[in-house]
């Protein structure tokens, strides 16, 4: 969906460093979400956002931060408390609750 | 916690056969089930979705039927095509909660021609 933009692509992380993923979208979504994806599980959730300043943590939430200021932008922090950060991570976003989520192309997350 | 277990996680089916993919739920509040299909380092893309108060859903050669005293639901794909090879994941939301969703593990679908 050309909707959703993630950046950068590939994303490299030092050790005690913290790494923002960027995550917009022109669909005038209310709602965001973040999944980290690792090889052959499904999605888990990270964090969403179903209206502007305003977040829950998801499953696994812990080493992660977020911030919604905007509507259109829902970045990702991955901090140097999250020791295991290698996976894919996606933004998604919907209409509303209970509605189709869109997803973004992914950035793919390494240690150095 | 709640889960979604989701069966096989391999599936290789001859081109023009059909494929069934079959998912169970734990949440008896679970009222939205989306299937999404994958490819290869893509997003994931919805293909069909299901809410609770409907038994079967279809989009030309694509399906889903929902059993909810069984608490599971299966995707249909008939005459299948080389283009239909991915990962697919279904989901379920989680009763309380109209955003989040419970993804099962995935079955990547192998076309043979």
């Known amino acids: 969906d050309g909707g959703i933009t993630q950046s950068p692509k590939y994303l490299f992380r030092k050790e005690g460093q913290n790494v923002t993923l960027s995550c917009e979208q022109n669909l005038n979504h209310d709602a965001m979400y973040w999944y980290r994806q690792d090889p052959g599980q499904g999605l888990r959730l990270i964090y969403y956002?179903?209206?502007?300043?305003?977040?829950q943590k998801g499953d696994i939430a812990e080493g992660y931060s977020v911030s919604r200021e905007k509507k259109e932008s829902f970045p990702l922090t991955v901090t140097s408390a999250q020791k295991n950060p290698t996976a894919f991570y996606l933004c998604?976003?919907?209409?509303?609750?209970?509605?189709?989520?869109?997803f973004g192309d992914g950035t793919r997350l390494s240690i150095l | 916690g709640e889960n979604v277990e989701q069966h096989p996680s391999t599936l290789s089916v001859q081109e023009g056969d059909s494929a069934v993919i079959k998912c169970t739920y734990s949440d008896s509040a679970s009222n939205y089930f989306p299937w999404y299909k994958q490819e290869l380092g893509k997003r994931p893309q919805l293909i069909i979705d299901i809410r609770s108060n409907v038994g079967e859903k279809k989009d030309q050669r694509i399906a889903v039927t929902l059993n909810k005293t069984a608490k599971h639901f299966s995707l249909h794909i008939t005459e299948t095509q080389p283009e239909d090879s991915a990962v697919y994941f279904c989901?379920?939301?989680?009763?309380?909660?109209?955003?989040?969703?419970?993804w099962g593990a995935g079955t990547k679908l192998i076309i043979k021609p």
């Open positions: 998604a976003s919907s209409k509303q609750g209970n509605q189709p989520q869109h």
């Open positions: 956002s179903q209206i502007v300043n305003d977040f």
């Open positions: 989901a379920a939301s989680i009763g309380d909660s109209n955003y989040q969703l419970i």
